[in-house]
């Protein structure tokens, strides 16, 4: 267990806010976090597990013991007629072993390529991207009580998976209750990919890539070329600009509701859902609003991407957090639906 005092967290963070941890644990193993929770000092105080930092804003510098995600390994723990078992550290790059898996002929997180982050993080959020969430790949992951320093097992069902939500973004609101918000450390995820692969072809600029390449059977090593391409074009680069990806997640409403912002915005982008509910494009709304190239002080929204808030140069949280709730209320005043963020404001 390595510890460090008034540690630079700018580098931790994909939006390259300057801060600082007060104390700084860096977690490799089961065994550390035991130690951690077994010390008299640390074991008591408040904690905040950091992954890869690409979905937190922070407003200052953290007081509570900042636990560093650096469990790696990634391995095929099975194979059977329908599907692989693969396993990975929490520490690992998400899209590191979405390129792993396709390397060894594990077919099926393609469409979830270059999505920032840990392995750890992606249960956390259910990350999701062109048709596929980390629910529909998940088979069992490994997390560590914080307070207790023992390890335990979720299955998908008891992850609670919703649209970018988890038992593990809930806090217990009474003794007994589920919620693992700031309980837990998850410390190796288990994915199952199944077999046959069959192609998510089910967003539009999957498909206007399949007719430009003049492809009739995709595989997912195109899938995968092709999404990269897409993101790309779109997203900017944490390393060349800093940004926590998608800042907003997109809102549902009812069809009813839609009908209503249809009549009076006939260009509104949406999204039938399985459960009846339609998805609204948060980005479209925003973009609506006239927000995209707009700044507040150095947080401005991206001028390709209007669902992406960036730092134009020396951004602080505070300035992050004035310009989303700016965007809250311009689109709350024209729709009258509320943006929710996705990133974890610290």
Known sequence: MLIEKNAPLRDYNTFGIVAKAQTLVRITSEADLAQLCA??????????????????????DVRPVVLKVEVMGKRLLAETDKAWIVEAGGGES?????????????????????????VGAAPVQNI????????????????????TGQSFTLDAAQC???????????????????????????????????KPWKPEMGYLDLERKRQE??????????????????RRSKLPDPAVIGNAGSFFKNPTVSPEQCADIIAREPRIVHYPMADGSIKLAAGWL?????????????AGVYDKQALVLVNRGGVTGGEVVTLARAIQTSVYERFGIRLEPEPVVI
Not at 128 to 147: K, N
Not at 160 to 171: E, Q, T
Not at 222 to 228: D, L
Not at 286 to 298: E, F, L, M, P
């Open 39 to 60: 010390d008299p000092v640390l074991g008591p105080q408040p904690k905040f597990v950091l992954g890869g930092g690409s979905n937190v804003v922070l407003t200052g």
């Open 94 to 118: 998400w899209h590191g072993l979405v390129q792993w898996t396709l390397a060894q002929g594990y077919p099926g997180l393609e469409n979830m390529a270059l999505i920032p982050g840990t």
């Open 128 to 147: 999701g991207a062109y048709g596929v969430e980390l629910q529909d790949r998940f088979e069992s992951l490994d997390a560590v009580d914080l307070s």
């Open 160 to 194: 609670a998976f919703g649209y970018r939500d988890s038992v593990f973004k809930h806090l217990a609101a009474q003794p007994g209750d589920f919620g693992l918000s700031g309980r837990a450390l998850i410390t190796r995820v288990r994915l199952r990919l199944p």
């Open 213 to 230: 390449r003049n492809v009739d059977v995709p595989t997912p090593l195109h899938i995968y070329e092709w999404i990269c391409e897409i």
């Open 286 to 298: 925003i973009d609506a609003c006239g927000w995209k190239g707009k700044s507040i002080g150095n």
